[in-house]
T-cell receptor, first 112, second 113 residues
Framework: QQPVQSPQAVILREGEDAVINCSSS?????VHWYRQKHGEAPVFLMI?????EQKGHEKISASFNEKKQQSSLYLTASQLSYSGTYFC?????????????FGAGTRLTVKP | EPEVTQTPSHQVTQMGQEVILRCVPI?????FYWYRQILGQKVEFLVS????????KSEIFDDQFSVERPDGSNFTLKIRSTKLEDSAMYFC???????????FGNGTRLTVT
C-alpha cells in the first residue's frame, strides 16, 4: 500500500520554508525521499531507517516518527533549484518485502 | 559514478505488439525494480527482483508483463500485447542492499499507438 503525501503542491518564494509530509497506514521499516525534475528520473535525497531518526543535507532535512508511521521533509531557505516533485517511498519491516512504494508526490515550485 | 542505463530512451509501438525494455543495473547491486510513471502522475511500483526471482509484484503486474535477468547484467521488462494505456515512462532502478538508496535509470518512454 502506498504512502500518503501532503500537500499535493506548494508554491514558495526564494528563501521561504516548506514542509512535506508522508504517512502510512502500515508499520514502516524505512522512509526514502526523492526529488524528480521535469522529464528526469527521480534522484535520491535521503533514507531514514530508525524511528526518530533525523537527517540533513545542507538546507534539506527529514524526520521519521516510527510510532506514528510518518515522515516529514523540511526545506529551509528554499532556492530555485529546489523546484521539482518530491516523492516519499516506504517499505514495511518484513524481511520478505522488497517493494518500495511511492506517494503521489508533492510538486514544489520556488519562484524568484 | 556508476549509472543504471536503460534502452531505448523512446519506444513507439502499435497496439497489440510486444515490447522489451532493457536495463543494465549497477554492477554490484543485488535488488532490481521496474516502475511506471504515466505523464505527470505518480511513480507506480511494478515489480522487484532479487536472487534471480521476482520478490514482489504489484496488482498492475499481471500476465501481460514479465521480467528476466538473462545474462547476469541485463534486466528486461517484457510487455505483451500492448494497450494504449501502457503508454508511460518506465523506470528501472537498482540498489545494493535493502537499506541502500534506489538508483534510477533515465527511463524508457513507451508510446502505444
Amino acid at each position: 500500500q502506498q504512502p500518503v503525501q501532503s500537500p499535493q503542491a506548494v508554491i514558495l518564494r526564494e528563501g521561504e520554508d516548506a514542509v512535506i509530509n508522508c504517512s502510512s497506514s502500515k508499520a514502516l521499516y524505512s522512509v526514502h525521499w526523492y526529488r524528480q525534475k521535469h522529464g528526469e528520473a527521480p534522484v535520491f535525497l535521503m533514507i531514514l531507517l530508525k524511528g526518530g531518526e533525523q537527517k540533513g543535507h545542507e538546507k534539506i532535512s527529514a524526520s521519521f516518527n516510527e510510532k506514528k508511521q510518518q515522515s516529514s521533509l523540511y526545506l529551509t531557505a528554499s532556492q530555485l533549484s529546489y523546484s521539482g516533485t518530491y516523492f516519499c517511498g516506504t517499505e514495511s519491516p518484513s524481511s520478505n518485502n522488497n517493494d518500495m512504494r511511492f506517494g503521489a508526490g508533492t510538486r514544489l515550485t520556488v519562484k524568484p | 559514478e556508476p549509472e543504471v542505463t536503460q534502452t531505448p530512451s523512446h519506444q513507439v509501438t502499435q497496439m497489440g505488439q510486444e515490447v522489451i525494455l532493457r536495463c543494465v543495473p549497477i554492477s554490484n547491486h543485488l535488488y532490481f525494480y521496474w516502475y511506471r510513471q504515466i505523464l505527470g502522475q505518480k511513480v507506480e511500483f511494478l515489480v522487484s527482483f532479487y536472487n534471480n526471482e521476482i520478490s514482489e509484484k504489484s496488482e498492475i503486474f499481471d500476465d501481460q508483463f514479465s521480467v528476466e535477468r538473462p545474462d547476469g547484467s541485463n534486466f528486461t521488462l517484457k510487455i505483451r500485447s500492448t494497450k494504449l494505456e501502457d503508454s508511460a515512462m518506465y523506470f528501472c532502478a537498482s540498489r545494493f542492499l535493502r537499506d541502500s538508496p534506489l538508483h534510477f535509470g533515465n527511463g524508457t518512454r513507451l508510446t502505444v499507438t
